[in-house]
């Protein structure tokens, strides 16, 4: 009891000291006091525990309220030394504004970058600046953000151009150099400074604090009470799943509450689990940590004292309103900075300092607030924001060292402030120049890579999970050396200088531990067992990419540095070679008189590696001598007398050897990691510092040699010197006794040396080899992809290197050498090769893989037949060496080279018996070609260069005695005849032509005559023959063609002609709209008769109902009868609100829930729709029985989703695979007969109502059987022919029965969501509506599509419809007769008053559609037992009277007050029509006095009523057609309808005259639906009605530019986790709300399982169908019911006609309308479900999405 009592006690005395407490008087009492810090002490001891942490549930609004009164309150009068409000708001007019902008980034909030303006990638506005500035109109780049960077807006650093928006563009006056403390008074100074050190000393202290128990000194509590909190920290280790188990085991909490405590930890780093005394909560620690500890390290969990939680708490309160006092002026801000970097005496760590340190310590939702404080604060002032980077370069290696210890993720890591402070090209220098920040960089990584092998190299083998976590960690340190070097110097000083080389040798040093690492040999015999790892090395490799190409760029832009960079690169390289003396013994090699020294060394025997860093780098560097020209001007201070070209070349071709060997299938059984790795040495990702390098190299390396020695060598590496050095190696292999495999491999490395022979003298697209700039080089590039075929933007972006700020150059070359064309509904846009561009195609481009090349061959060869020229590909014009590589080109005409080349023209002389390769003499005759392609230029160019370059001479020169082989010339002539080269002919004749030009042009300039046109006038001669000869052979071959065709068309006449029926009949059964054929075969019908419904409608003759139809399963045909075997349609039933006008009608109870009438709201429908395709019911019935027995086996073996679920009775048609739930029988048009005498329409419904009262008596006696009730049934005789004992015949065979049962019970099971009853009442109600709603959605999709009513409905819909009517028709024999007379009595009686029947609801809440269908479909089971001749046709003319005229006074009911217009007078054509409606509508006014509003304008009135009910007319209009099966007159294809409409229901033009036709009937029928009490409610209740006609509903409207959808989405928070931002929002399309999809969050329960968001939300807006936009991904999701979905292609496109999932390229997108239309059709036809499953059978990983939790 006593604990009660001073429980009790507690809030009261709290109260009383709350209430007399004054801030203002307690900042009084602090300005007289010496010793602040103490006295804010107390206070904060005093009052922090009576706020914070007073029970298990935080309460952070009270304590925020009781925060800024108690302890905020003081402080800031303090600081003001006035009223707070006043005293701030003071400050903030006198401060100038800051340009920069400074707004931090929210999760998933966009960001922009310009592409053409930012100093780097990382340079980025927020959306406010962004459209406040020039940017908007150059090219950009839109991402969202991960959160925690900020916006760059008015940091002059970070844009070339445009760096202020228009809201912060500085003012010309503005002084803003001078200091901002000059307008502060001293006085305030101080009380500032003092404040600000107290609380930030207070929040360093608390935050930074380890001790559970106890507080810092000064802090201690007055009263300490016995209260601990269980604290749950966060990791990165234990998934979701794992705590909330853990947690309902050791807190015993309900599923969702461990759901909650989790999405806390996640959110905000910890979460208090447990409050209560110290025993209580070590308990709930111990389970946690037993639970936890198993495979990983436990979660960590700390039993805390509540004050100690307390303190923390109001610690971060602190900072955030230290970060709020800050922004009211620059001059705070400056004394923050101040006292944060302010150093102890004795040179103790600053405060900031002391957090930085102790930042993987701390927990996430501390580190998020302290980073931000920091950004606020330091990075906001240039100054410190200096002072600061100094603090952080001189702490780097610290803080990254525990980053690497630390497990959560680098974004809450103050690791992860380097991109704001190292992008900054001045601090960036600073930091090189003062800290050695690159040296630090870079021999902090060295230092985390332990891993090495004896030769000091890299070693990933046997890599464990906790190293590959630290190389994972590792790589955030090449990012931080990105943004170093990310923007080059202009001008160098000397510091600079020195620093940057210094850093540059420990890069060398980095490179040394990679030059030659994961080295492979050749495994022999058996397979590898174990794949070594490959892919952390290339990891590497791709992450280093960029900044060894941002060294090369800082060294190419200063001399000296280059020249100090080239020696120290030198140096390392031979450090390395001499150390990689694999016992390699020297050889003299031989042949064709040239000899060389060189070592043995054979690539598939000995250890040979991909990485070769140094080498490459140097290639590049000696690439830059030559283009910044420097080895020319200071040849004397490079040491390029000294280079070794042998060992510079040595290693690169080992490698390219390599690949050659791989791709000759040598290296099989060294599995796939070497495969992958020669893949990537080549992709575009990796090969700008690898492959493209290693040519370089050996371009550098025989540039500098005797190209016979380099030739040698070559041939020796490829293990291929032995076959071309012996004196009869043109005559190959004489002998048959050689292995088959080494010729085939052979064979493959000639090729291969030959292709690099050809890329060693031909490529010169690199800056520096070739007098070339990179515009060239993408050039290149971009034309050689678009040889291969037409590409997108993005497909070409991928295909060309990015440079570090993801830019590939190709935008400002695109424009010059393709055409875009604009993408269609589907597909992309894309980029076409102008045709004058084809001529730069080369078909050795050394970027081309096998497959590329030899499509390409093909494409280029295409189009050049198309062309009808040449299909030769002859080398192009290559550019000029630069001089430093000019010798290159003497590889073509050296001895050795041409030595290879006559030994394969020889081998090629005879056919090859797997001898020689087509693809060795293509490349043979290359060769040839780029030699005389070489002369040509030569000859053209300077004079004495042609003398020096004489190729066509050294080919015809035949070889020395005593072998005397002919020349090369003469093979030529010989092989252009041979008939086994018929391909290579027009290459060699190619040849030919162009040595005659050469030594034409050689003639001319030696004797110097003008007669240089013979040559080519006799090509020309020749190629007009051959274009003559192919003209006249394509003519021939076109008059053939026609020849062909005229002869099978005629064929195809005599056979219609022969089999007219067999086609007549086909042709009705295809197209049942069309009635043209009908027409002409009953001439005697004249149009007026084409009636679909009344006495005197169109009756169909015995042929017309004659239907053959062919089972798709079995291929019989059969025909349909009623008596006959069942045929089905296969179709699919679903629940849909696409038509619904009110998604927020709560749902029914299945149950109990009556669906006779349909409200007009067409809240939920049940649609029918079909793909058409035919079979007999027991074909079927066998298909699904074998699908189901497939399904049992499946579940056995292993449990996936399909995409049907057979439970549910779903299968795929078995022709097209469309989704289906059920079949509908085929039925006939049924057989009708008609006296000519019919009743009126009062006659009628006389006769009906005495129908409907003997049925009533009849059941009455029924009822009771057992009292003597003689007088009531006396009373009603029933009327004459009216049999009421009378059980007709059922016309349907078994199967027919059966099927309409099947189709029945699906439609009701499916329609309700109920189990299976065929039994109950609901069954045929389900089937008329389901028939009347699938007619409805079908109207109103023509009317959107603006397609005529007849005519333009596709095959499948034309089936389903005309099936759906009849079974309709027919269903009613499937129930008991009682049920159905049931329910026509209570359809009836809401149109035609009846004593007996209760609750029928008014007018206005009914479809009248619906009610027609219902009626008509019922009316069989009355008519059945009447034997009086009275037609069934004359019914439903009257029902359709009837339910027409009730459908006008709804519309009347429901019409909107005209607005005030002009009076539309129209002549006197409608004079009548409006007179009698103003008439009716006065009528029902009269009825209803309060109601109806007046209106006087009967123009106004006519044309509500005639646009209100022609969706009506048009539904009823469909109805009859499928059920009676009269043809359409002709006008009803067009558009024009009215009167043709009427005619055909026989319905009069004025629908008004069937009411005054027939006053004294309906006057009485009239006033009983206007008393009904529900109409005046309606009327005059709030909610809105519905009014006719019912518009038809959109997908929402989309924002132009989608920027504005992330925008929205980034400030949508999740509904349930207070504030959170929603990780993946998501916009329904259907209804427009977001929602927070794919987090435990918002998952709720729906009928037993969990779900997510956007399923949950599928159940109540759109019937287990959803259309949903995931904002952040750019990509549409459908969904279906529980199991089923799948992505679909947005509708925003970039410029380029892409679609970016994902967001990954960042272009602007904007909405395609078309697209956009298209998913809206997809809606409206109901064909989502069906896309779903197509797409699912197409792509079987959706199968596998757990698409319930979305």
């Keep these: 009891m006593a604990a009660a009592e001073t429980d009790s006690e507690v809030p009261c005395a709290r109260c009383s000291d709350f209430l007399n407490f004054s801030a203002k008087d307690t900042a009084a009492k602090w300005l007289e006091v010496d010793n602040l810090h103490k006295e804010v002490y107390q206070h904060l001891a005093c009052f922090v525990p009576k706020i914070y942490c007073l029970g298990p549930n935080l309460n952070p609004q009270n304590e925020d309220l009781l925060a ?26 006198s401060n100038q504004p800051s340009q920069l902008c400074g707004h931090v980034f929210k999760v998933g909030e966009p960001t922009y970058s310009c592409r053409d303006c930012a100093a780097d990638p990382t340079c980025v506005l927020c959306m406010q600046c962004f459209l406040g500035s020039v940017h908007k109109e150059h090219r950009y780049r839109m991402t969202t953000s991960g959160g925690g960077g900020f916006c760059d807006c008015g940091d002059t650093e970070a844009w070339k151009k445009g760096p202020y928006c228009q809201k912060h563009e500085p003012n010309i006056g503005d002084s803003s150099q001078k200091d901002p403390l000059a307008n502060l008074s001293e006085q305030m100074i101080d009380r500032t400074r003092n404040v600000f050190s107290i609380i930030l000393k207070y929040a360093v202290d608390m935050l930074t604090w380890e001790k559970e128990n106890e507080l810092p000194e000064g802090l201690e509590p007055p009263a300490r009470g016995d209260t601990y909190y269980c604290m749950l920290f966060n990791d990165e280790v234990h998934t979701y799943e794992q705590v909330i188990y853990t947690l309902q085991k050791a807190v015993n909490c309900t599923q969702k509450e461990a759901v909650s405590f989790a999405t806390t930890v996640d959110r905000d780093g910890r979460k208090s689990v447990r409050f209560g005394d110290f025993q209580f909560c070590e308990q709930a620690k111990s389970v946690i940590v037993r639970n936890t500890s198993r495979q990983t390290k436990p979660l960590r969990v700390q039993v805390m004292h509540s004050s100690v939680v307390a303190h923390q708490c109001f610690a971060l309160k602190a900072l955030n309103w230290l970060g709020q006092i800050i922004r009211s002026s620059d001059a705070l801000r400056r004394i923050l900075c101040l006292v944060g970097l302010h150093q102890g005496p004795n040179g103790e760590n600053s405060l900031v300092d002391t957090l930085m340190l102790c930042d993987s310590k701390m927990w996430k939702g501390a580190r998020n607030v302290y980073h931000q404080l920091f950004m606020s604060s330091l990075l906001m002032d240039p100054k410190y924001k200096k002072l600061f980077a100094i603090q952080f370069a001189k702490n780097y290696r610290r803080l990254q ?37 690159m040296t630090t960089i870079i021999q902090t990584f060295v230092d985390h890579l332990r891993h090495r092998d004896l030769q000091g190299r890299f070693q990933f083998e046997r890599y464990t999970a906790q190293q590959a976590f630290k190389f994972r960690r590792v790589q955030s340190l090449i990012g931080d050396l990105k943004y170093v070097l990310i923007s080059r110097p202009t001008e160098w000083s000397n510091e600079l200088r020195d620093k940057f080389l210094e850093g540059f040798e420990a890069f060398l040093e980095l490179l040394k531990c990679m030059q030659g690492m994961d080295p492979v040999v050749r495994q022999v015999g058996q397979h590898i067992e174990m794949e070594p790892e490959w ?87 000696h690439a830059l001598l030559s283009k910044t020209e420097v080895a020319y001007r200071f040849p004397e201070l490079l040491p390029l007398s000294e280079l070794s070209p042998p060992m510079l070349i040595e290693h690169p071709l080992r490698c390219l050897v390599l690949c050659a060997q791989v791709h000759a299938g040598m290296w099989r059984r060294n599995g796939f990691s070497l495969v992958n790795q020669i893949y990537y040495y080549h992709n575009v990702k990796c090969r700008v510092e690898m492959f493209d390098k290693d040519l370089v190299m050996l371009q550098a390396g025989a540039s500098m040699m005797d190209p016979n020695h380099f030739l040698m060598i070559v041939l020796s590496r490829f293990e291929l010197f032995h076959i071309f050095s012996s004196a009869d190696c043109r005559k190959r292999y004489g002998r048959e006794n050689i292995n088959k495999d080494v010729v085939q491999q052979n064979n493959t490395l000639i090729e291969e040396m030959l292709h690099l022979v050809i890329m060693v003298v031909g490529e010169r697209y690199i800056a520096g080899v070739g007098q070339v700039e990179s515009y060239d080089e993408i050039k290149r590039e971009i034309i050689h992809q678009l040889c291969i075929r037409p590409m997108a933007h993005s497909e070409l972006v991928k295909a060309l290197p990015e440079n570090e700020n993801k830019e590939t150059g190709m935008e400002r070359v695109i424009d010059h050498v393709a055409l875009f064309k604009k993408p269609g509904v589907t597909g992309r846009g894309l980029y076409k090769l102008r045709p004058e561009c084809a001529k730069m195609f080369n078909l050795y481009f050394n970027h081309y893989s096998r497959a590329d090349q030899s499509k390409a061959e093909e494409a280029q060869r295409k189009i050049k037949r198309q062309n009808g020229e040449d299909s030769v590909l002859p080398p192009p014009v290559p550019p000029h060496f630069c001089p430093l590589f000019g010798s290159l080109v003497n590889i073509l005409q050296c001895d050795v080279l041409l030595g290879i080349l006559g030994a394969v023209l020889q081998w090629a002389m005879e056919p090859s018996g797997g001898h020689w390769s087509e693809s060795m003499l293509q490349r043979v005759l290359h060769l040839l070609g780029m030699g005389l392609v070489e002369e040509q230029q030569h000859l053209t160019g300077s004079t004495e260069d042609g003398i020096s370059f004489n190729f066509t001479l050294k ?152 239907q053959v139809v062919t089972c798709i399963l079995c291929q019989e045909e059969q025909e349909i009868r009623a008596d006959g075997k069942a045929m089905v349609l296969a179709a699919f039933v679903q629940r849909s609100t696409v038509m619904s006008k009110n998604r927020k009608r709560p749902p029914y109870n299945p149950d109990k829930y009556d669906p006779l009438f349909m409200h007009p709201d067409l809240s939920f429908g049940t649609h029918t729709g079909s793909c058409g395709h035919i079979m007999h019911s027991h074909c079927w019935q066998r298909y699904f029985e074998a699908v189901q027995a497939k399904e049992q086996r499946r579940q056995q073996r292993l449990r996936v989703h399909t995409s049907y679920d057979v439970e549910n009775g779903e299968f795929l048609c078995p022709l097209c695979e469309c989704l289906s739930n059920t079949v509908i ?92 009853n065929e039994q109950d009442a609901r069954v045929p109600i389900m089937c008329w509506g389901s028939c009347a709603y699938t007619i409805q959605s079908i109207e109103r999709l023509l009317v959107d599509e603006e397609k005529p009513l007849f005519g333009s409905l596709p095959c499948r ?106 009076e539309q007078e129209s002549g006197g054509a409608e004079r009548e029509e409006e007179e009698s409606v103003c008439l009716l509508y006065n009528t029902l006014r009269s009825h209803l006095s309060s109601g109806l509003h007046e209106v006087t ?38 558009v024009g309808e009215w009167e043709a409409l009427c005619g055909y229901l026989c319905l009069p033009s004025n629908p008004l005259q069937l009411y005054y036709n027939n006053l004294e009937l309906l006057e009485p029928l009239l006033q009983g639906w206007c008393s009904h009490p529900g109409v005046l409610q309606a009327l005059q209740s709030s909610t809105a009605l519905i009014r006719f006609p019912r518009e038809s509903n959109h997908l929402i409207e989309l924002p132009e530019d989608y920027s504005a959808l992330i925008n929205q989405a980034s400030s949508f928070t999740c509904p349930k986790s ?56 750019s990509q549409v999701l459908f969904l279906a019911g529980k199991t089923k979905g799948c992505f679909y292609a947005p509708p925003y496109l970039d410029d380029y006609g892409e679609t970016d999932q994902g967001l990954r390229r960042g272009n602007p997108l904007h909405l395609c309308q078309e697209r956009y239309r298209k998913i809206q059709k997809l809606w409206r036809q109901h064909s989502i479900t069906e896309e779903i499953g197509h797409a699912q059978e197409a792509n079987q990983t959706l199968v596998g999405i757990d698409w319930q939790h979305l």
């Design 1618 to 1673: 207070g504030g959170d931002k929603s990780r993946a929002p998501t916009l329904c399309l259907v209804c427009g709300a977001m929602l927070c999809s794919q987090s435990y969050c918002c998952q709720t329960e729906l009928e037993g399982d969990d779900v997510g968001a956007c399923t949950a939300h599928t159940f109540s807006c759109g019937a287990g169908v959803g259309i949903f936009l995931r904002v952040r991904e």
């Design 955 to 1106: 080919i015809s020169r035949p070889g020395e005695a005593p072998g005397n082989t002919p020349s090369i010339l003469a093979l030529l002539e010989t092989l252009q005849n041979a008939p086994h080269l018929e391909v290579h002919k027009d290459m060699i004749r190619w040849i030919l032509k162009t040595v005659a030009n050469i030594k034409t042009t050689r003639e001319c300039t030696a004797s110097a005559s003008p007669a240089d046109s013979s040559g080519h006038s006799q090509e020309e001669t020749v190629r007009d023959k051959d274009k003559a000869e192919r003209k006249r052979k394509a003519e021939m071959a076109r008059l053939r063609r026609e020849k062909i065709m005229a002869q099978m068309s005629e064929m195809q006449r005599h056979f219609i002609n022969e089999n007219k029926d067999l086609f007549q009949q086909s042709l009705e059964e295809l197209d049942a709209t069309t009635s043209t054929s009908l027409e002409h075969s009953s001439p005697s019908t004249c149009d007026s008769t084409l009636v679909c419904v009344g006495p005197r409608r169109w009756r169909a003759g015995a042929s017309d109902r004659r």
């Design 1225 to 1316: 029988p085929l039925l006939p048009l049924t057989k009708t007969t008609c006296s000519t005498e019919q009743p009126d329409q009062r006659q009628w419904i006389n006769i009906i109502s005495q129908q409907i009262k003997a049925l009533h008596a009849a059941r009455k006696k029924t009822n009771a059987e057992g009292v003597d009730d003689a007088d009531s049934a006396e009373d009603c005789h029933p009327p004459d022919g009216f049999r009421l004992d009378h059980t007709p015949k059922n016309p349907y065979s078994g199967t027919i029965k059966e099927m309409l049962t099947t189709f029945g019970t699906a439609t009701y099971k499916v329609g309700l969501k109920v189990h299976p």
């Design 68 to 93: 800024q009164l108690l302890l905020q309150g003081p402080l800031e009068w303090y600081l003001c030394g006035e009223e707070p409000t006043v005293g701030l708001a003071k400050l903030e007019q």
């Design 535 to 621: 892919e952390a090395a290339f990891t590497l490799q791709m992450k280093l990419t960029h900044i060894i190409s941002m060294m090369q760029e800082w060294c190419a832009s200063d001399e000296r540095v280059l020249i100090e960079a080239y020696k120290k690169c030198l140096s390392a390289l031979t450090h390395c070679h001499s150390g990689f003396t694999d016992g390699e013994q020297p050889i003299t090699l031989t042949m064709c008189g040239h000899s060389v020294d060189t070592i043995r060394y054979c690539v598939s025997q000995e250890k040979v590696s991909i990485h070769l860093p140094v080498s490459r780098l140097l290639a590049g560097l």
């Design 1497 to 1534: 304008s009967g123009w106004h009135l006519w044309h509500c009523v005639k646009t209100g009910i022609l969706p009506y007319l048009r539904a009823a209009a469909l109805f009859f057609h499928y059920l009676n099966g009269a043809p359409v007159p002709p006008e009803l294809h067009g």
């Design 401 to 437: 060292t525990d980053f690497m210890e630390d497990d959560h993720e680098r974004v809450v890591s103050v690791t992860s402030l380097s991109v704001q402070l190292f992008t900054a090209p001045t601090v960036a220098r600073m930091l090189i120049t003062e800290e050695n920040l």
């Design 1357 to 1462: 819909q034309n089936d389903c419809l005309s099936s759906l009517t009849r079974f309709g028709s027919a269903c009613w024999t499937a129930s008991s007769q009682a049920v159905v007379h049931g329910h026509f009595i209570r359809l009836l009686a809401a149109l035609v008053p009846d004593s007996q029947v209760e609750n029928t609801p008014c007018i206005l809440d009914i479809d009248m559609f619906h009610m027609l269908v219902s009626l008509v479909l019922s009316y069989p089971a009355l008519h059945c037992l009447d034997s009086s001749g009275m037609s069934e046709d004359a019914a439903q003319l009257h029902l359709l009277h009837l339910v027409t005229i009730a459908h006008i006074v709804q519309i009347l009911l429901t019409s909107i007050p005209e607005e005030v217009r002009m």
